[in-house]
Structure formats: structure tokens, C-alpha cells
């Protein structure tokens, strides 16, 4: 298992300025940019590329850090367009569509719904012909910090068995939701304010939109939590529920493509767009859905995307944090190796960025099955541009200088005093949240 700070000497010799765990968005991301820079980068994953992931719709916001990486024309090349967000509610008699081209920044107006595990390997190509050298199939099982903190050595096994160590001066874990350092610091913890399930698949010929709308992005809510609808360019479609506990407890000894099946028979206007459509990949799922580590850096380290925090995918903002979080690595490392003196400063600033996308996102996220807030997105208004505003964190416009702060206060606001309105419904649904996120057994 990975040591605390006080388990080496002083480090004299360096294989490399970093080492990255984890060859997922972020880490390759952190890898192809540092490796520009100039930087000596080791980037190491434990599987190889191609493999299926899910998290297949990105944001607006993702389109200028593939503009930085070099990476558009190929981003395009294997992605479908997607335009808008699609919210439907079987408590409201029509379909409420968010285009991103009418948020507050209209610069940004689509972004691209991706096969996973060809977006990856594109992102971990790209790392190695920048520089980095890429290890796959390679498990990193120990890593240890110098008691002075000059670096850290990490031990990782090739799938031949071969043993190898790096002596680097600072680590970036990007291991996704594998969470290594944060598992071995003992410092995840699930989200005590949310608590969901996700249970998913992918179907081929599914009913689709038609024209420019083909692609979006449609979510549905239904009694027990919600659906993703995310049409791929080859043909296949990303459908996913997202549920409580006490849900999937219900499952017994279905299969898990039963139990999704059964689930999406409750969303009629899901299962009329594919009823008809055979299952591509089977059903899988994933727990522990929403989880913080107490800190995402130390004197030797940074964790960035899932590695640090999971929130729920209702806003598809997984991706972008994740690449926004070695964006803000890259710029904190360069900092660190170039100006010791600064490093307790870039650290601070690379906590406080990797802290938004986590923070901003929650406070929708845990009010999205309430009705008033429901209500409120399925009929918005552009009362002092919240509408616009809403957008705008829609397509993950959070770190720029786009002035949404104001009208996002001013949206909260409207909601807390409908809720004060509908005192009777916004207690039901605090109670109801209650019995949601609440564990059960298995």
C-alpha cells in the first residue's frame, strides 16, 4: 500500500519531474501538457486502450481545452454533435430543451457526445506523441514520499509481471474512481448529502431526433431517480439509470439488464424511443456514486478529477472536470518546479479551482429530483438572466471570466422562496430526499 510523508530518505536522483497515475482524460490531459512544457512526464495505466468507459457526453466547456491540446479536428472526427439538453418529466406535459448556443457566452453553442474508448485513446495518443512516456497495462501498487519531501517513489507491475520504480518529483493521481491515494490516506468519504446508482448499457438503432437535434442529450426523470439518453456516432446509444438505494435493492436476483429494463418500462417516453433496439454491451453498474476526499494535495502530490471527488452525472460534467483538472495541475507544477518559493501558493490556487466544479454543481445535483426545482427547469424564465445563467453551467462555463455569479445567487434565491411558498412541498420533498439517499443493505 501507498506511505505517508516520513518513509524515505532524501531523494538525489530523478527519472522524472512527474509521475501520472492514471490514463483517463485527466491524467493525459496533465501528461500532454507538461510534456509540452518540457517536462520529463511518466504516465502510467493499469489496462490499455481502447476499453469501454462510460461518460460519453461532454461540454461546450470542454472545446477550448481541445483547442489547447491540439486535439479539435480529431475530437470532431469521432464525435456526433450535440446542440442541447433535453429534460423530460412525466409531472409536466411537455419536453424542455437548453440550447447551448442561448447561454450567457453564446461562443460555445455545442459539444460532442463520444465514444469513450476511442475519445481516451485519442487523449493517452496524444499525451505520448507529446512527450510523455505512456506505460499501459502497468499497475502502479506502492508509492513512497521522501521524509523531507524531495520527491516520491512509486513501484508499479507490467501485466508480464516485470517489476519497475520511478523516483519522481511530484505525483499526479488520476486514477479515476479507483482513488488510489485517497484509499490509501484513508480520506474518501461518501457523500453524506447524496447517495445514488448507476445502472447503464448501450443499444443500437434507438429512435432519435431528427436534423441538427440528433445528438442531444436527454435526461428523464421517473419516480425512483432518472435516465440518460446520449446518441453515439456510430449508431449506438448510451442509456443509463441513475437510482437510489433502496431501488436497487429491489433488484433480487434479476439480471442487471432485467433490472434496467424493468426500469426503463416505468419511463414509457424512454422505452417508445427503444423498445425495438437491441442491447450492444451489457448492462453494468457502479455504486459509491458521489464520494470527497478530505484533500486533493500534499507537499509531493495532486489529485485531480474522480481521483479527489465524484459528484452525480446528471450535467455530464465528469470529462470536463477532469480536464480542467490537469489543465490546473500542469499550471501548478510548472509553478512548483520553477518557483519553490511560490509552491504553497499554487498549491492553494490549484485547491481552490479543483473545488468549483465539485461546489457549484452539487447544489443543483441534490435539488434535481425536488419538484420545485423540477418545476423551475422544466418552465424556466430569464428574469435577470438566470436562464441564461443556468445555461451557462450547463455547458460547464464555471472558470472563465462569464459573469453568471449574480443571476445563479438570484436563481437560488427564487427557488428558496418558492420554497417558502410551497412550504408543504418543499418539506415532503426534504423528507423524501431523506429515504433516498439513505444506505441500505445490499
Same mark, same amino acid.
Given at each position: 500500500?501507498?506511505?505517508?510523508?516520513?518513509?524515505?530518505?532524501?531523494?538525489?536522483?530523478?527519472?522524472?519531474?512527474?509521475?501520472?497515475?492514471?490514463?483517463?482524460?485527466?491524467?493525459?490531459?496533465?501528461?500532454?501538457?507538461? *510534456?509540452?512544457? /518540457?517536462?520529463? &512526464?511518466?504516465?502510467?495505466? =493499469?489496462?490499455?486502450?481502447?476499453? !469501454?468507459?462510460?461518460? %460519453? @457526453?461532454?461540454?461546450?466547456?470542454?472545446?477550448?481545452?481541445?483547442?489547447?491540446?491540439?486535439?479539435?479536428?480529431?475530437?470532431?472526427?469521432?464525435?456526433?454533435?450535440?446542440?442541447?439538453?433535453?429534460?423530460?418529466?412525466?409531472?409536466?406535459?411537455?419536453?424542455?430543451?437548453?440550447?447551448?448556443?442561448?447561454?450567457?457566452?453564446?461562443?460555445?453553442?455545442?459539444?460532442?457526445?463520444?465514444?469513450?474508448?476511442?475519445?481516451?485513446?485519442?487523449?493517452?495518443?496524444?499525451? *505520448?506523441?507529446? /512527450?510523455?512516456? &505512456?506505460?499501459?497495462?502497468? =499497475?502502479?501498487?506502492?508509492?513512497? !514520499?521522501?521524509?523531507? %519531501? @524531495?520527491?516520491?517513489?512509486?513501484?508499479?507491475?507490467?501485466?508480464?509481471?516485470?517489476?519497475?520504480?520511478?523516483?519522481?518529483?511530484?505525483?499526479?493521481?488520476?486514477?479515476?474512481?479507483?482513488?488510489?491515494?485517497?484509499?490509501?490516506?484513508?480520506?474518501?468519504?461518501?457523500?453524506?448529502?447524496?447517495?445514488?446508482?448507476?445502472?447503464?448499457?448501450?443499444?443500437?438503432?434507438?429512435?432519435?431526433?431528427?436534423?441538427?437535434?440528433?445528438?442531444?442529450?436527454?435526461?428523464?426523470?421517473?419516480?425512483?431517480?432518472?435516465?440518460?439518453?446520449?446518441?453515439?456516432?456510430?449508431?449506438?446509444?448510451?442509456?443509463?439509470?441513475?437510482?437510489?438505494?433502496?431501488?436497487?435493492?429491489?433488484?433480487?436476483?434479476?439480471?442487471?439488464?432485467?433490472?434496467?429494463?424493468?426500469?426503463?418500462?416505468?419511463?414509457?417516453?424512454?422505452?417508445?424511443?427503444?423498445?425495438?433496439?437491441?442491447?450492444?454491451?451489457?448492462?453494468?453498474?457502479?455504486?459509491?456514486?458521489?464520494?470527497?476526499?478530505?484533500?486533493?494535495?500534499?507537499?509531493?502530490?495532486?489529485?485531480?478529477?474522480?481521483?479527489?471527488?465524484?459528484?452525480?452525472?446528471?450535467?455530464?460534467?465528469?470529462?470536463?472536470?477532469?480536464?480542467?483538472?490537469?489543465?490546473?495541475?500542469?499550471?501548478?507544477?510548472?509553478?512548483?518546479?520553477?518557483?519553490?518559493?511560490?509552491?504553497?501558493?499554487?498549491?492553494?490556487?490549484?485547491?481552490?479551482?479543483?473545488?468549483?466544479?465539485?461546489?457549484?454543481?452539487?447544489?443543483?445535483?441534490?435539488?434535481?429530483?425536488?419538484?420545485?426545482?423540477?418545476?423551475?427547469?422544466?418552465?424556466?424564465?430569464?428574469?435577470?438572466?438566470?436562464?441564461?445563467?443556468?445555461?451557462?453551467?450547463?455547458?460547464?462555463?464555471?472558470?472563465?471570466?462569464?459573469?453568471?455569479?449574480?443571476?445563479?445567487?438570484?436563481?437560488?434565491?427564487?427557488?428558496?422562496?418558492?420554497?417558502?411558498?410551497?412550504?408543504?412541498?418543499?418539506?415532503?420533498?426534504?423528507?423524501?430526499?431523506?429515504?433516498?439517499?439513505?444506505?441500505?443493505?445490499?
Amino acid at each position: 500500500m501507498a506511505q505517508t510523508q516520513a518513509e524515505l530518505p532524501h531523494i538525489d536522483r530523478f527519472d522524472c519531474d512527474v509521475l501520472i497515475i492514471g490514463g483517463g482524460p485527466g491524467g493525459s490531459t496533465a501528461a500532454a501538457l507538461l *510534456a509540452q512544457d /518540457g517536462r520529463g &512526464v511518466v504516465l502510467l495505466d =493499469k489496462d490499455a486502450h481502447p476499453r !469501454f468507459h462510460i461518460g %460519453e @457526453s461532454l461540454l461546450p466547456a470542454n472545446l477550448p481545452l481541445f483547442e489547447h491540446l491540439g486535439v479539435a479536428e480529431q475530437v470532431r472526427a469521432i464525435g456526433m454533435e450535440k446542440w442541447a439538453a433535453e429534460f423530460v418529466s412525466p409531472w409536466h406535459d411537455h419536453m424542455q430543451h437548453f440550447r447551448f448556443g442561448d447561454a450567457w457566452d453564446k461562443s460555445m453553442p455545442y459539444a460532442y457526445q463520444v465514444r469513450r474508448s476511442d475519445f481516451d485513446r485519442l487523449l493517452i495518443d496524444n499525451a *505520448a506523441a507529446k /512527450g510523455a512516456q &505512456v506505460h499501459q497495462r502497468c =499497475k502502479v501498487h506502492q508509492v513512497e !514520499f521522501a521524509r523531507d %519531501e @524531495s520527491g516520491a517513489r512509486v513501484t508499479a507491475r507490467h501485466d508480464d509481471g516485470r517489476e519497475q520504480s520511478w523516483c519522481a518529483r511530484y505525483v499526479i493521481d488520476a486514477s479515476g474512481r479507483e482513488t488510489f491515494l485517497a484509499n490509501r490516506f484513508q480520506i474518501k468519504h461518501k457523500n453524506p448529502q447524496h447517495n445514488s446508482l448507476a445502472v447503464y448499457a448501450h443499444f443500437a438503432n434507438a429512435r432519435r431526433n431528427e436534423g441538427q437535434a440528433e445528438g442531444n442529450i436527454s435526461l428523464f426523470w421517473f419516480e425512483h431517480g432518472w435516465f440518460w439518453f446520449i446518441p453515439l456516432v456510430d449508431g449506438a446509444t448510451s442509456v443509463g439509470m441513475v437510482t437510489w438505494p433502496y431501488f436497487m435493492k429491489t433488484r433480487g436476483e434479476r439480471s442487471l439488464h432485467q433490472f434496467l429494463m424493468d426500469g426503463i418500462a416505468l419511463c414509457p417516453p424512454l422505452l417508445e424511443r427503444i423498445k425495438d433496439s437491441p442491447c450492444t454491451h451489457p448492462a453494468e453498474a457502479t455504486g459509491n456514486f458521489s464520494y470527497l476526499s478530505e484533500r486533493n494535495h500534499g507537499p509531493n502530490y495532486l489529485m485531480i478529477g474522480d481521483a479527489f471527488a465524484f459528484i452525480d452525472p446528471v450535467f455530464s460534467s465528469g470529462v470536463m472536470l477532469a480536464m480542467q483538472g490537469g489543465f490546473s495541475a500542469r499550471d501548478c507544477l510548472n509553478v512548483c518546479l520553477d518557483q519553490p518559493a511560490r509552491k504553497a501558493s499554487a498549491m492553494a490556487e490549484f485547491d481552490r479551482i479543483s473545488r468549483l466544479g465539485p461546489k457549484h454543481f452539487s447544489w443543483f445535483i441534490y435539488r434535481m429530483t425536488n419538484p420545485i426545482l423540477r418545476d423551475m427547469f422544466m418552465g424556466p424564465r430569464n428574469v435577470m438572466r438566470v436562464r441564461e445563467a443556468l445555461l451557462s453551467l450547463l455547458a460547464g462555463d464555471i472558470y472563465g471570466q462569464t459573469p453568471i455569479w449574480r443571476a445563479l445567487r438570484v436563481f437560488k434565491l427564487i427557488y428558496y422562496g418558492m420554497s417558502i411558498t410551497q412550504a408543504r412541498t418543499a418539506w415532503r420533498a426534504w423528507r423524501r430526499r431523506q429515504v433516498n439517499i439513505r444506505a441500505v443493505d445490499a
